[in-house]
Nanobody
Framework: QVQVVGSGGGLVQAGGSLRLSCAAS????????MGWYRQAPGKQRELVAV???????NYADSVKGRFTISRDRAKNTVYLQMNSLKPEDTAVYYC??????????WGQGTQVTVSS
């Protein structure tokens, strides 16, 4: 069965950096995409960044130029490097791994808190 495990959240001051990791396993055919979403209190979950099997990436406008998503294909692991963090980046960050065979899967969520 597919497992998705995210890690790396924490507390950081505004302007600081954090790196999130997401490891996915259990799908024989690999993953069509892997990425990060976030949900702040009282708000809907939103896409932060995604990387497709092709290597193409997509970012939310609010994080462009500050966040970078990358991957280690051999390990089915993606990384989200978050620089120049702002208080409005505070949220629970969820890793997502999407398959063509059985839909998408979510990690357990990791808290990112940016203090001003």
């Amino acid at each position: 069965q597919v497992q998705v495990v995210g890690s790396g959240g924490g507390l950081v001051q505004a302007g600081g950096s954090l790196r999130l990791s997401c490891a996915a396993s259990g799908n024989t055919f690999g993953f069509a995409s892997m990425g990060w979403y976030r949900q702040a209190p009282g708000k809907q979950r939103e896409l932060v960044a995604v990387i497709y099997k092709s290597g193409n990436t997509n970012y939310a406008d609010s994080v462009k130029g500050r966040f970078t998503i990358s991957r280690d294909r051999a390990k089915n692991t993606v990384y989200l490097q978050m620089n120049s963090l702002k208080p409005e980046d505070t949220a629970v960050y969820y890793c997502n791994a999407a398959t063509l065979q059985s839909g998408s899967y979510w990690g357990q969520g990791t808290q990112v808190t940016v203090s001003s």
